[in-house]
């Protein structure tokens, strides 16, 4: 058959975007979860726009003739936050079109193409989702960015944009043994952070202290003898709370106290797909000095919190002890 434009772009559409798309979710672990938690909201616009309340409103305990508080207070205001633009490009050589000929021959390539880059893909996704973008401002808002300190604007607010009891910070514990996690560290981070029926119902950590937490849990184990369909990653619970293993999450391994634990309530967080961007795929022609077809796959995203003091963390943790 006659290759043609039309054809390449038919197929990098159906062979490749939809299954890269949902090959990136499986292979990362956090955006996995946030799919799995609806989390993720497709949206457009020139920015993305949280509402939230900066200040209490007047409140007064009254008798008879007191008067009442009656100062204007305007407790509003919004997180903004920039969509953050990726793409992944991918190139075939004419030639290798002649030496493939017909429609499968065709597909054959792009399934190759595809799973090149879907890793690549899931790879910087991953970095990015779990990382910061101090370094890189057109990088997406990762956790690191999230459970940043105070003085740092974090969805175009800081914290001193706030009036207590009001609060733009994540939560940060000091452990009670120096660089040491414990079942007791545990369940005081999520408590600090858990106001009635909302509480971190997430954590993600590296493999060293998911290793860590894997030990406390291990002689409490049981064995039974029901097997179960199961999809999606590893975990361990704990009181509920599920907690994986991602490689990229902040930290050195054994016997270095730079290792974070991030507990998150995902009520609160949100990941903001582009709905004109969302793993899209545009082709282009060979150019005249180069024959080879290209085509790149492209995604608008951000991570965000519409409540940052309901997220808890801490990373000077030593898996050794």
Not at 16 to 41: Q, S, W
Not at 172 to 180: D, Q, R
Not at 281 to 295: D, I, K, L, T
């Amino acid at each position: 058959m006659a290759f043609n434009r039309t054809y390449l772009e038919s197929t990098t559409q159906k062979h490749i975007v939809p299954r890269l798309a949902d090959a990136v979710f499986k292979g990362c672990p956090l955006a996995y979860y946030l799919r799995e938690n609806h989390t993720i909201k497709l949206a457009g616009g020139r920015n993305i726009v949280l509402p939230l309340v900066l200040k209490e409103g007047n409140f007064d305990w009254w008798d008879r003739l007191d008067n009442a508080t009656t100062d204007v207070i305007e407790p509003e205001n919004a997180a903004q936050f920039n969509w953050k633009w990726a793409r992944t490009m991918i190139y075939i050589p004419e030639v290798d079109i002649w030496k493939n000929g017909g429609e499968d021959g065709i597909i054959n390539i792009m399934e190759a193409r595809k799973q090149h880059g879907q890793l690549t893909v899931i790879e910087n996704l991953s970095d990015g989702l779990t990382g910061t973008n101090a370094s890189n401002s057109k990088q997406i808002d990762g956790l690191q960015n999230l459970f940043g300190a105070s003085g740092t604007a974090y969805g175009d607010l800081t914290d001193t944009d706030f009036t207590s009891p009001a609060s733009w910070l994540t939560t940060n514990p000091t452990l009670l043994v120096a660089n040491t996690l414990t079942p007791g560290e545990l369940r005081r981070f999520r408590g600090s952070v858990t106001q009635g029926a909302s509480k971190p119902n997430l954590a993600i950590c590296n493999q060293s202290v998911y290793d860590c937490i894997w030990r406390m849990a291990q002689d409490d184990q049981r064995f039974g003898t029901a097997s179960s369909a199961d999809i999606g990653f590893d975990v361990v619970t704990f009181e509920g709370m599920k907690i994986i293993a991602d490689s990229h999450v902040a930290g050195t391994g054994y016997g270095t106290a730079d290792n974070a634990l991030y507990m998150l309530n995902m009520d609160h967080v949100q990941f903001f797909v582009h709905q004109d961007v969302a793993f899209v795929s545009r082709v282009f022609e060979p150019m005249p000095m180069q024959n080879v077809w290209s085509a790149g796959i492209y995604l608008g995203c951000n991570l965000t919190t519409d409540n940052r003091r309901m997220h808890v963390y801490n990373a000077v943790i030593n898996p050794s002890l």
